[in-house]
């Protein structure tokens, strides 16, 4: 009786899969203009989505099975659960490998997606998909610039490196030099895997939609939203460049006084196009490689506070965030013309690349964020709680939010020691344990919050894990930055608001109170690593 019920589910949930799927499909194909990849739709298209449904199918058939009769929550449940999620991440894994294209990028998501998605499938994509990056023949590479701009690489550039320095998902990097003896990075867009995005993101989320009707408890509605709206802007390259410079430019509006410190390479408008980026080259190493920072002469802690105040000031200030800061991403080389500090120390100068995916926070959303984060650092749960549930995550739903931002349990949120924000090692097993014990409610959570700030809790995970290579114990310091530039966004906008001369008083109090107690804090963090020195 129960294997019958379970055959039917399986065959239904194939039937509805391939049935939403192949809609989608037939919908792109038919609204394509370009007969080539019309072709390629209507080949590929159907292959993947057949794979993509009996996949789907044998996950939700294989959760169905394994939990069956199992009491919810009890030792042998939790350990069928943890056996189906690792089944399920090295289907999904196989399922990305064999389609490719942008299922390597949907993969290389779910990886980043730490305390989001089930742990399993985190670590089994993390191990797999990271390093694992389709790379285009140099054949296939001026194709791409011979349509782009209408004539060969050797036609156009002096040199032109036909071995790409760098692959990731979505395109290649090549080193060239221009006509005029400028060296230059050419990025250029795997064309051959990146025509069938559209469709491949429609049968996916038709996918993921009709998964969650079988199974309302599975609900990553919101991972393909985004996918669907910031997937067709990483593809068109002139939204890259000009997300550059706007970048570019907010820092010199908007936060001039480390705008130097912060650069992104130049644009060479005339060489580039919707699929091929070329701009300035820079030599610079990675902001991980704490090796050759130190050979530069910087100070990896000096690195790692600039970072922090880097994104500090876009996600609190700016509005507009460069969501995908991790290591590769992101340069670090000496200030140009800067002096060295009466230490000898260089100046560090980072430089950001890959500008594909930024989110704009609009004021409402930008001034509760930074209030939050403001309370967090100051240990204020009133303020936690105020400016969570105007985000959205509901008067139950509060402190696990504050949770996962800042991976610490309540107590040490709320604690007003000056380190409660600081993460041990030994502290990141007893998340992972919270993650799986609260996934309903962390499912819920995302649920209810707007999806930009989902983003910017990816972004987070990246500067975390950055921060971590570059100091390895505490990432105080980060926070009282966080503080900080929080602390001034949210006084910034009372000042837009009230401009009357008392209101104007109160917010200069409010300025100086803020100046003592970060000072204290200063003040409490030079302690605590003067003990730590004195007792090492
Ligand atoms: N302007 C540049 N100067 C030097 N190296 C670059 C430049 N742009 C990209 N790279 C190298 O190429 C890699 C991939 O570039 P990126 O823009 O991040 O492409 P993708 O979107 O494919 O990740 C970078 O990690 C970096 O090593
Ligand atoms: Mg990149």
């Known amino acids: 009786m129960a294997a019958r019920s379970l055959l039917r589910t399986r065959t239904k949930l194939f039937l509805a899969t391939t049935a939403a799927g192949t809609g989608a499909g ?252 070329t701009m300035e080259y820079i030599d610079g190493v990675q902001v991980n490689d704490l090796k050759s920072i130190q050979e530069l002469g910087i100070h990896p802690r000096d690195v790692a506070k600039l970072m922090s105040q880097t994104f500090a000031e876009m996600m609190f200030k700016h509005g507009f965030v460069h969501c995908d800061p991790h290591a590769a991403n992101v340069l670090v080389r000496q200030l140009p013309s800067g002096n060295g500090s009466i230490f000898g120390r260089k100046k560090p100068q980072l430089v950001l690349l890959d500008h594909g995916l930024y989110k704009d926070l609009d004021d409402t959303i930008r001034i509760n964020y930074a209030a939050l984060w403001k309370g967090l650092v100051f240990s204020d749960a009133k303020a936690i709680k105020e400016n969570s549930v105007k985000l959205g995550a509901g008067e139950d739903l509060y402190a696990l939010f504050a949770g996962i931002l800042t991976m610490r349990p309540w107590d040490r949120v709320i604690d007003p020691a000056v380190d409660h924000l600081v993460v041990n090692r030994s502290d990141r097993s007893e998340l992972q344990m919270y993650a799986s014990q609260y996934f309903p409610q962390i499912t819920e959570l995302l649920r209810r919050l707007p999806r930009v700030i989902l983003l910017m809790l990816k972004t987070n995970d990246c500067l975390r894990a950055v921060s971590n290579a570059l100091i390895q114990e505490s990432s105080l310091e980060s926070f009282l930055i966080v503080g900080r530039v929080s602390s001034e966004a949210v006084i910034e ?11 104007r008083l109160d917010i200069w109090l409010e300025r100086l109170l803020l100046e003592t107690r970060l000072f204290g804090m200063h003040i409490a963090l030079w302690l605590l690593l003067l003990r730590r020195a004195l007792t090492l």
């Open 26 to 277: 037939a919908a792109m194909i038919l609204t394509s203009d370009d007969p080539a990849s019309a072709l390629k739709l209507t080949t590929t298209v159907p292959i993947r989505l057949f794979r993509d449904s009996v996949t789907a199918a044998t996950i939700a058939f294989d959760y169905k099975y394994s939990l069956w009769g199992l009491l919810e929550g009890s030792a042998e449940w939790t350990q069928a659960k943890h056996e189906a999620h690792i089944r399920g991440a090295r289907r999904l894994q196989e399922l990305c490998f064999r389609n490719g294209g942008i299922y390597i990028k949907l993969g290389q998501h779910i990886s980043q997606l730490e305390y989001l998605v089930p742990e399993e499938y985190v670590q089994i994509m993390r191990e797999s998909m990271l390093n694992k990056c389709p790379v285009s023949s140099y054949n296939q590479v001026c194709q791409v610039i011979k349509k782009e701009l209408g004539a060969s690489p050797d036609e156009i550039f002096e040199e032109f490196d036909p071995v790409p320095v760098a692959s990731a998902s979505l395109a290649q990097v090549h080193v060239a030099r221009t006509r005029d003896g400028q060296r230059v990075a050419v990025k250029v867009q795997h064309t051959h895997m990146t025509d069938t995005a559209a469709a491949d993101t429609a049968t996916v989320g038709l996918i993921v939609n009709t998964l969650h009707r079988f199974f309302p408890a599975f609900d990553y509605r919101w991972l393909i939203d985004e996918i669907h709206e910031s997937l067709p802007k990483e593809l068109d390259f002139m939204v890259e460049a000009k997300n550059s410079v706007k970048c570019m430019d907010n820092f010199r509006r908007l936060s001039p006084h480390i705008a130097r410190f912060v650069y992104a390479p130049l644009v060479y408008w005339n060489l580039s196009t919707s699929k091929l980026l």
């Open 493 to 503: 906008s009372k000042l837009w608001q009230k401009r009357s001369i008392l209101s």
